[in-house]
């Protein structure tokens, strides 16, 4: 008995390990196309198992089943594919193209749809494609990327974007704000939704994005109502897939310096030039610029005694680090699948003291009980951003008012110019303003299947964001040990702020989907309602004991303390619907309704209804174009109008405001309030009306792609302070009454090379036209911003906003007696001085004369993409540009070294002088700025293409990563600004730059080592 009980435990030993060995046995394969094409990206899951993994550039996989497993492959564009392993150790398996499926989903508002299916003008982007391009802020990563989205990145310090994304142009203006760009823009930005959530672009990790959605026409955005009139942008984040757990690493160093230096002229052409400006002044001209002291200076070797006039770009400037690491795990079965992903970026300033450093953690689950009707999801995102920065900012200091002084003395006093100024003491010593930022996201989602094709979905989302900041200016005082001037700063200060936001979004969906016979029809209808509260709250105290201590309780306790504080709230509430039709899919038709309801306008006015209608027409699908398919593979015509809206009034403008005031009873001052604005009870919504034609077509079976629009939007109701009789005794409210055309073309260009051995390529360009023109002021205006010596700029009907205003110029004088037959700006105007047009010939120069002078928004955008794979190595290419744009030069880059400023080397001796009378640049004249004045001699021509990105990469052989446990490892360099080609590369500033004196934080190139890491 017992050798047989030896004998069957020794068999069962046998059949497990036998079973054992069937459940590992390793399957490798290729999946290719129909037509032999290696496919990669493709999902390889076991069936009713959570394990699986994805075919490489070569369209390989491996994966351990059992013998009776069955593969499930999918992938975009291909028919869903069941293989029976059937225990082979190696598979090829090949993919049918899916007729249905041909062209990716396209996200759109509250929903997806097939791109072939679309009837509206819908520009998507892969998250790959953004996060190809190391930067710190989506803004940057989109430009050059679509076709009618115009990105103009200028910049900005470490954690501060000054990047503005336009779709297809400017709509709308502020009249009652301005600066020296112009009339304020801010309400032109575009609508992002995040999730089913309005969010700002920069709370996003880019590394989460999944795809990208711009919708363009009024077809695709009328959805959104009254918040679309600007576009909307569409982000979907990456969610966790079924699967084994799959941890990703995605990170990069990168190196950045300044694309631009300015160059100061030389020190002996500047001091010459000082003793002509002096001379033709009629002044006495320095002992400085003596001739013995010019030779001093310019053979000097002790530059603490002889320092240069202006060094500050190359003391400032400096290279430095910004890194990014982030990683993310994600996975789960057919019944919860989830991802988080971590991320945590350095970015220091080319300029000492700027710094910003952020760190986020964003997790999404979902939830599918198996033979269920319903889901749920929920996402939670938490960030912490801290930045730092000089209370007092130097680039303004860099250019003006800071010459001869030496930067610092070895001591580690600085010296001072004669207006006790030097850039680096006020970002070393002056103090910092330090800013944090708390930013929390929530948001769950349930949807239920309530019949077929029905369902019903409710998301609730919120927002809380807190942000903090400390700007303490130190005291201190500093004494130039070469020439004793002193710049002393008597008490520090600290300026604190709070503010708090909290945004709670309620979205309620009901769609429905079915089909019979040759009919499709989906209907959506929906329910929104957002309520968005804030507090600001502002406190001022100086005298602290040092410069260390910086909490607001330990200042001055008199009358130096202030304190300010204010609260707000807004609501806006939503109905809306789209009904979508298709005949034999070849018959398009959508249409869209909102009804919006806002509390920034009175009763009666709160409400109004946003509808657009579009269709289309898949030629190709018609019988008589079959024989033509072989060249056009696919054929679509779409139309659609639309209207939206802007509700961005100021907040309460309805309301008879009261401002604080004070009045004298008896010789004491008494507190009191008074109305000194009309309040507009029927203030209402800008709305914009907008016409889209468009075509889609695809040849050379399917991998050129293209894609052209025709618009023409009028923006209507922009607020303008109309005239009221001079008996109200109040100021003019706003009323809804200017008109803003924008009309234009978009064109996108695609193509995928065929697999030609271990080669293959990509490439796609985009170019865009806008016209934008002031249509209607209602007899009002022209409104003028600007000065003399800054730019001036114009809103006037027939001219686009913000055009710059100036005048004209033809040449210098040359002679005495050309002077004499002329009219002039400026009296005792002589040879070599700029010859003002006198356009309306009444014999004299004033602002009468003044015309259009340059564009500061570009007519032209485009860009141009590539991508070449050989083997493992893979390359990327971006080119973008503009054109049809200006600059408008001022301050120290205008004056040429008439006042105490920076002068550029473009000015070395190539100034007017009597030996010199074709010179390109006028005569100088000391403290005198008739040769400034704002006109088209200083708008250069801001027409731009740069190379903004190339990458070069390198994705290790899997022999070499799975000895490593590592599923893909991707290792690469890029540059980003690498070069560019403009008429401002001359005077060495960056052509995306607004107009004015360059005092901003410069834009950056980056050189990035990075490394990709699956496991």
Do not use: C
Not at 250 to 261: D, L
Not at 891 to 898: H, K, S
Request: glycine content about 8%; cysteine-free; proline content about 4%.
């Amino acid at each position: 008995m017992k050798k047989l009980s030896l004998f069957m435990y020794g068999i069962a030993m046998l059949l497990t390990f036998a079973a054992t060995a069937q459940q590992t046995l390793k399957t490798a394969g290729q999946v290719r196309s129909g037509k032999g094409e290696k496919l990669p990206g493709i999902n390889i899951q076991v069936k009713h198992s959570g394990k699986g993994t994805v075919t490489d550039a070569e369209g390989r996989f491996s994966l351990s089943v059992a013998p009776g497993d069955t593969l499930l492959v999918s992938g975009i564009g291909y028919k869903k594919l069941e293989a029976p392993v059937n225990g082979r150790s190696q598979l090829d398996l090949r993919l049918a193209d899916d007729e249905t499926a041909l062209g990716e989903v396209v996200v759109i508002g509250y929903g997806t749809q097939k791109k072939s299916d679309l009837t509206n003008s819908v520009a998507q982007i892969k998250g790959a494609d953004i996060t190809r391009r190391p930067v710190s802020n989506i803004q940057q990563a989109l430009q050059g990327l679509a076709p009618g989205v115009t990105v103009l990145d200028r910049g900005g310090a470490p954690g501060v974007s000054n990047a503005t994304i336009r779709v297809r142009g400017i709509t709308t203006f502020n009249i009652n704000s301005s600066s020296t760009s112009g009339y304020d823009l801010g309400k032109n930005d575009a609508l992002v939704i995040i999730d089913g959530i309005e969010q700002r672009m920069q709370d996003i990790n880019p590394e989460d994005i999944e795809s990208l959605s711009v919708l363009k026409d009024a077809a695709s955005t009328a959805i959104y109502g009254s918040r679309a009139t600007n576009g909307v942008i569409l982000i979907t984040t990456k969610r966790g897939k079924s699967g084994k757990l799959t941890v990703n690493y995605n990170g990069y160093y990168a190196w950045q310096k300044s694309v631009n230096k300015p160059q100061m002229m030389d020190i002996e052409s500047y001091m010459r030039e000082q003793v002509v400006a002096y001379t033709n002044a009629g002044v006495a001209v320095p002992a400085r610029f003596s001739e013995e002291s010019i030779q001093q200076y310019v053979n000097a070797t002790d530059r603490y005694k002889y320092p240069m006039p202006n060094t500050w770009f190359n003391t400032m400037l400096k290279t430095s680090p910004q890194q990014s690491h982030v990683l993310s795990l994600s996975g789960g079965n057919e019944v919860v699948k989830t991802r988080m992903s971590v991320r945590y970026q350095d970015q220091q300033g080319i300029v000492e003291n700027y710094s910003d450093k952020l760190s986020e953690v964003r997790m999404n689950a979902d939830y599918s009980p198996l033979n269920s009707r319903v889901h749920f999801a929920g996402d939670i995102n938490y960030r912490n951003n801290t930045n730092t920065k000089p209370t007092v900012e130097p680039f303004n200091n860099m250019f003006h008012g800071s010459l001869w002084a030496v930067p610092k003395y070895p001591d580690g006093t600085y010296g001072l110019s004669t207006q006790g100024n030097n850039p680096l003491m006020f970002d070393e010593i002056g103090g910092l303003s330090k800013q944090g930022i708390d930013y929390f996201l929530g948001n769950v989602r349930g949807d239920v299947d309530l019949l077929p094709g029905l369902r019903f979905s409710s998301q609730f989302g919120t927002r809380v964001m807190y942000t903090q900041q400390k700007n303490f200016t130190n005291s201190y005082t500093n004494t130039d040990k070469n020439t004793n001037i002193t710049k002393t700063v008597a008490n520090n200060s600290l300026t604190e702020v709070r503010n708090t936001l909290r945004e709670y979004t309620w979205n309620n969906l009901l769609t429905y989907e079915h089909s019979f016979g040759k009919h499709d029809l989906k209907a959506l209808a929906g329910y929104s309602q957002i309520d968005n509260k804030q507090t600001f709250l502002t406190a001022y105290r100086e005298r602290f004991y040092n410069n260390d201590i910086t909490s607001i309780g330990q200042g001055a306790n008199d009358g130096t303390k202030s304190n300010s504080g204010s609260d707000a709230e807004y609501g806006l509430r939503s109905y809306f619907g789209r009904i979508n039709y298709a005949y034999a899919g070849k018959y398009l038709l959508e249409v869209n309704g909102r009804y919006d309801g806002s509390s920034r306008f009175a009763d009666g006015k709160r409400y109004s209804f946003f509808p657009s209608f579009s269709a289309g027409w898949r030629i190709a699908k018609e019988q008589f174009f079959a024989p033509l398919l072989p060249i056009v593979n696919d054929l679509k015509l779409r139309g659609s109008y639309g209207k939206t809206g802007n509700q961005s009034v100021d907040l309460y403008s309805y309301y008879d405001a009261l401002t604080a005031t004070s009045y004298t009873f008896n010789g004491v001052p008494v507190p009191g309030y008074r109305q000194t604005t009309l309040a507009n009870t029927d203030l209402g919504w800008e709305s914009t009306t907008q016409l889209d034609l468009g075509l889609d077509a695809a040849f050379l079976d399917r991998r050129l792609n293209v894609t052209a629009d025709y618009y023409r939007k009028l923006t209507s109701d922009i607020l303008l302070n109309l005239d009221i009789p001079a008996t109200v005794g109040l100021n003019a409210p706003p009323q809804n009454a200017g008109s803003v055309e924008n009309k234009g073309v978009e064109i996108a260009v695609n193509y995928n090379s065929k697999q030609s051995g271990h080669f293959r390529y990509t490439i796609g360009a985009n170019f865009s036209y806008n016209e934008n023109k002031v249509t209607d002021l209602k007899g009002t205006g022209p409104y003028i911003t600007g000065s003399d010596i800054d730019p001036r700029y114009i809103i006037k009907t027939g001219l686009p906003i913000n055009t710059l205003w100036g005048y004209q110029t033809d040449g210098l004088f040359q002679t005495v007696e050309e002077i004499s037959k002329y009219p002039t700006l400026a009296s005792n105007t002589k040879p070599g001085d700029v010859k003002y047009v006198d356009r309306n010939n009444d014999g004299k120069i004033d602002a009468n004369d003044m015309t259009n002078i340059g564009l500061s928004f570009p007519k032209y955008t485009f860009g141009l993409n590539a991508g070449l794979q050989y083997k493992e190595f893979e390359l990327n290419i971006l080119i973008q540009g503009a054109a049809k744009v200006d600059t408008r030069l001022s301050g120290a880059l205008a004056e040429m070294g008439n006042q105490e400023g920076f002068t550029h080397e473009i000015y070395a001796n190539n100034y007017w002088t009597p030996e010199h009378t074709n010179a390109r640049f006028p005569r100088p004249v000391k403290y005198d700025l008739r040769n400034v004045a704002t006109s088209d001699r200083l708008v250069i021509d801001g027409s731009y293409i740069r190379l903004k990105n190339i990458q070069l990469s390198y994705h290790l052989p899997e022999y070499i990563t799975k000895k490593a446990l590592i599923s893909k490892s991707t290792v690469y360099v890029s540059a980003t600004n690498l070069f560019t080609i403009s008429k401002l590369n001359e005077w060495n500033l960056d052509p995306e730059a607004e107009s004015g004196r360059a005092v901003y934080y410069p834009q950056t190139s980056l050189f990035t080592v990075g490394l990709n890491l699956q496991f």
